[in-house]
């Protein structure tokens, strides 16, 4: 009888001893629990915070190009005064893959200043495929649908000045092959993006630990073309220009900004006034448009927008610090490739 009595008093004890241990358990976990969200409270307090609506028509086109140059400036901005940039695309429609490399270049530029991004994907299927073709989720975080990783489609993105022009050299024979049916290379195309290459490297930053660019490709396989683009968030062209002791003579001559800068690609500005000027390649890169080896050449930088093919050499509203280059290969180019 006492044996019994003892172990049924063990079996009480031990009950009770479970019962006051998963009480202090549970109590832990509560303040555990109030403590994170007084901290997330606290962080939501002091970070400060902001949400960008990307606009529905994302996309360097010509009518487009001033709101997707907004955002692009209001996330430069933002970055200057905020610790969390939410960056919302889901209104986003129509998606293009100049914007695609602004944009990313952007963001890779806030990454760098310290800023924490979160962002949402397009709702609409054909954007957010897009996105997720593009190559842009190689360089920030997200789930890419298993269909969309299959892609000849490309974003070569360097942080620093010692990536090598041989890292691009893959990208043109996938092109030739897009465009023509025939896997060869292009040395004039190669040579060119070398040249906005060292453009950036050289002249663009201040320091070679800021030196950033992207280049990005899209096959269009159905339409035999290939669209590059080739953007870097340097202080651009015309801003550089205003560093060259001659810039007042030459703005004097051309009137406008965008009249200095067409004539910088078309003709070389030192042939025509005869002053002392480097045009950084510029002509180089009008000679392959010119060559008809590209096609639907647009360039963007600071205050000047130029559509080679669209006769469209303007200044506009909304600068862009940085410059960004926008080509096709298709076939009403000249073949220009050795297989």
């Given at each position: 009888?006492k044996k019994?009595?003892?172990?049924?008093s063990?079996?009480?004890?031990?009950?009770?001893?479970?019962?006051?241990?998963?009480?202090?358990?549970?109590?832990?976990k509560?303040?555990l629990r109030i403590?994170?969200i007084k901290?997330?409270?606290?962080?939501?307090?002091?970070s400060?915070?902001?949400?960008?609506?990307?606009?529905?028509?994302?996309?360097?086109?010509?009518?487009?190009?001033?709101e997707?140059?907004?955002?692009?400036?209001?996330l430069k901005?933002?970055?200057?005064?905020?610790d969390?940039?939410?960056?919302?695309?889901?209104?986003?429609?129509d998606?293009g893959?100049?914007?695609?490399?602004?944009?990313?270049?952007?963001?890779?530029?806030?990454t760098?200043?310290g800023?924490?991004?979160?962002?949402?994907k397009?709702?609409?299927?054909?954007?957010r495929?897009k996105l997720e073709?593009?190559g842009f989720?190689?360089?920030?975080?997200?789930?890419?649908?298993p269909e969309?990783?299959?892609?000849?489609?490309?974003i070569i993105?360097?942080g620093?000045?010692?990536?090598s022009?041989?890292?691009?050299?893959?990208?043109?024979?996938q092109?030739?092959?897009t465009?023509?049916?025939?896997?060869?290379?292009?040395?004039e195309?190669f040579?060119?993006?070398g040249?906005?290459?060292r453009?950036?490297?050289?002249?663009?930053?201040?320091?070679?630990?800021?030196?950033?660019?992207?280049?990005?490709?899209?096959h269009?396989?159905?339409?035999?073309?290939v669209?590059?683009?080739?953007?870097?968030?340097g202080?651009?062209?015309?801003?550089?220009?205003?560093e060259?002791?001659?810039w007042?003579k030459?703005?004097d001559y051309?009137?406008?900004d965008?009249?200095?800068?067409?004539?910088?690609y078309?003709?070389?500005?030192?042939?025509?006034?005869?002053?002392p000027?480097?045009?950084?390649g510029?002509?180089t890169?009008?000679?392959?448009?010119?060559?008809?080896?590209?096609?639907?050449?647009?360039?963007?930088?600071?205050?000047?927008?130029?559509?080679?093919d669209?006769?469209?050499?303007?200044?506009?509203?909304?600068?862009?610090s940085?410059?960004?280059?926008f080509?096709?290969?298709?076939?009403?180019c000249?073949?220009?490739?050795?297989?």
């Amino acid at each position: 009888m006492k044996k019994n009595k003892k172990n049924k008093s063990y079996l009480q004890n031990r009950s009770a001893k479970k019962e006051r241990l998963e009480r202090k358990r549970k109590e832990r976990k509560k303040r555990l629990r109030i403590a994170k969200i007084k901290l997330r409270q606290k962080r939501k307090y002091f970070s400060k915070y902001a949400e960008v609506i990307a606009p529905e028509k994302l996309t360097l086109q010509l009518g487009y190009s001033e709101e997707v140059l907004k955002f692009i400036a209001l996330l430069k901005k933002l970055g200057t005064t905020e610790d969390i940039i939410n960056i919302r695309l889901h209104k986003v429609t129509d998606i293009g893959e100049g914007a695609i490399g602004m944009l990313l270049s952007v963001m890779n530029e806030l990454t760098l200043a310290g800023i924490a991004l979160r962002g949402e994907k397009p709702l609409n299927t054909t954007a957010r495929n897009k996105l997720e073709m593009s190559g842009f989720f190689k360089y920030m975080r997200g789930y890419v649908s298993p269909e969309n990783l299959k892609t000849k489609n490309i974003i070569i993105h360097t942080g620093n000045i010692t990536t090598s022009q041989e890292e691009l050299e893959p990208a043109m024979p996938q092109a030739m092959e897009t465009v023509w049916g025939v896997s060869g290379r292009c040395p004039e195309l190669f040579g060119v993006i070398g040249e906005m290459l060292r453009n950036s490297c050289d002249h663009a930053f201040q320091t070679e630990n800021n030196v950033s660019w992207h280049l990005g490709v899209s096959h269009i396989e159905k339409d035999k073309t290939v669209k590059f683009s080739f953007v870097d968030n340097g202080i651009g062209i015309i801003k550089k220009y205003y560093e060259d002791n001659n810039w007042q003579k030459v703005k004097d001559y051309f009137k406008s900004d965008a009249k200095i800068l067409e004539n910088a690609y078309k003709n070389g500005i030192a042939s025509q006034t005869g002053l002392p000027w480097r045009g950084e390649g510029l002509p180089t890169i009008y000679e392959l448009y010119t060559d008809n080896i590209i096609t639907n050449l647009v360039v963007i930088t600071n205050n000047v927008y130029l559509d080679f093919d669209k006769k469209k050499f303007e200044e506009i509203k909304v600068p862009f610090s940085g410059t960004y280059y926008f080509w096709k290969v298709n076939n009403s180019c000249t073949p220009a490739y050795f297989a």
